[in-house]
Structures are given as C-alpha cells and as structure tokens.
C-alpha cells in the first residue's frame, strides 16, 4: 500500500518554517519571578540592588517603585557563574568604596562665664 503525501497548500510554501515571523518578546520579570527563574531569594535581589553592590543581575527600574529582570540578563547573569571541576567564578569587580558619611557638626565650644 503506497501511501499519498498531502501537497503544501499554498498558505504553507508561502510561509515556510524558517521564515517564520519572530516571536515577541516575553515581558520582564517582577522581583518575585525573577528570584525563583534564578533559584535565589528575592530577599537577596532586592540587597543585590542596593548602593556599591555589583553581585546581582542588571535590572530595570521601570518606574519609582517598579522594579523588572529581562530574561536575557538574567541568563546572562547564569552564564557567567558557570563553573567546572576545579575552576571559579570570574571574580567580581571591587566595590567602589563607600562614600563618606554626612554626619553633624560637632557642637560649637562655648567660652567659660567670667
């Protein structure tokens, strides 16, 4: 029994496989997904995102409050702590060092009374 190959239709041979439109973009994510994506928590994102800190991932500050992970800096944030049997991680650049602390003036010397 000779089986019958059904001929493209002409919607198919338009489009073929490898001309396919690109998929869009997945959105970002939250601070909360993107922790569990990478398998941290988001306790530790969020000090990761502070001042002096290069550990983390890059993020975006979408807003005043609104913080969001791309999916590539994200992976690519992976990437670069893969190791093998016997290496280490890339080190990490030193943190720039703390900035110097606004404090008060130290109160004014008074004369003594004569």
Not at 5 to 26: C, D, F, G, M, V
Not at 29 to 41: F, P, T
Request: proline share 16%; glycine share 4%.
């Amino acid at each position: 029994m000779v089986s019958q190959l059904n001929p493209p239709t002409i919607q198919e041979s338009a489009h073929p496989a490898h001309h396919r439109a690109p998929e869009t973009p997945k959105p970002p994510l939250r601070s909360a997904e993107a922790a569990v994506y990478i398998n941290m928590s988001d306790s530790w994102l969020r000090q990761s995102r502070m001042d002096g800190r290069s550990d983390g991932p890059a993020f975006v500050r979408a807003g005043a409050r609104a913080i969001r992970y791309r999916l590539a800096d994200l992976d690519r944030w992976l990437e670069q702590r893969v190791c093998v049997a016997g290496s280490r991680p890339k080190p990490e650049p030193a943190p720039a060092p703390p900035k110097p602390k606004r404090g008060r003036k130290p109160p004014a010397r008074r004369r003594p009374l004569h």
